[in-house]
């Protein structure tokens, strides 16, 4: 039998740089509505989930969902490794890919890609991009992460610092040094036992910025929707796009991304 993967989503409404952005709209939809639809078109995705909180604040993120159909469960604001776990027991899910909601580009492809690593070389967690000194080589934006449900059930069980509950699977693959198993692909076994795989784009494009954690994002985003006649473009079709109009690239140019520890 075919393990299950469930794609879950994290979304909150209290963002402290972009307060309430899940629900702005993104060309006539919110941008939750995005993000789960692009998700939702993954091939390898069984089951599609928003992981929500059970903060008054998140009422209308719970009220959307029902409306609209889509699946969603709620849990703890800041302990965000324990809503994963719990969303991924209550859907029984084999495989979790994590994605978060302020990225309306996702591409569904990467995340089939990323899928496809984790099965073929059975690794325990796969991502198209890690924090320093691991790297990224494709845009902030398209992040996925991949793992099975028995190591995320070691982390929930295992990790106690801040930043690996909050960030959800750092417990995973801190301080693991990857190897190039070729120019595609990283791999290695972090310190904790657990086999890692990092998947990459040649060119490099890390310094793109495609995710929504400010106005001028949102803005940027926006100005991409509006150059496409529907949803269905690719990663490709926007780092076309940019090649086209490079002016647009300036608009969030000067935002700083986020570390792990912020």
Not at 22 to 31: N, S, T
Not at 122 to 130: E, G, H, I, S, T
Not at 250 to 261: P, S
Request: net charge negative; glycine share 4%; charged share 30%.
């Amino acid at each position: 039998m075919k393990p299950k993967t469930v794609a879950i989503i994290q979304a909150r409404m209290s963002s402290t740089r972009l307060p309430g952005k899940v629900l702005l709209d993104i060309a006539g939809e919110p941008m939750l509505a995005r993000v789960i639809e692009r998700a939702k078109r993954a091939k390898l995705v069984d089951d599609v989930v928003l992981a929500t909180t059970t903060d008054p604040s998140d009422d209308p993120v719970a009220e959307f969902c029902a409306e609209r159909g889509y699946n969603f469960t709620r849990g703890s604001l800041n302990d965000v490794l324990d809503r994963y776990y719990q969303a991924a027991k209550e859907y029984k899910a084999d495989v979790i890919v994590r994605l978060t909601a302020d990225c309306p580009v996702l591409d569904s492809d990467l995340v089939d890609e990323a899928i496809t690593a984790q099965r073929e070389g059975n690794f325990d967690f796969v991502a198209n991009r890690l924090p320093p000194p691991m790297g990224r080589s494709f845009p902030i934006g398209l992040d996925t992460e991949v793992c099975t449900f028995s190591v995320l059930e070691k982390a929930w069980q295992e990790a106690t610092e801040k930043h690996q509950r909050e960030h959800v699977m750092p417990y995973l693959y801190e301080n693991t040094t990857l190897n190039t198993e070729n120019r595609n692909l990283h791999t290695g076994t972090s310190p904790r036992g657990f086999k890692i795989a990092l998947v990459n784009h040649h060119p490099d494009h890390g310094n793109l910025r495609w995710t929504v954690d400010t106005p001028e994002d949102l803005v940027f985003i926006r100005e991409i929707f509006t150059r496409f006649e529907n949803d269905d473009f690719g990663w490709k079709d926007v780092l076309a796009l940019l090649e086209k109009e490079p002016e647009l690239a300036k608009i969030n140019a000067d935002v700083h991304h986020k570390t792990l520890m912020e």
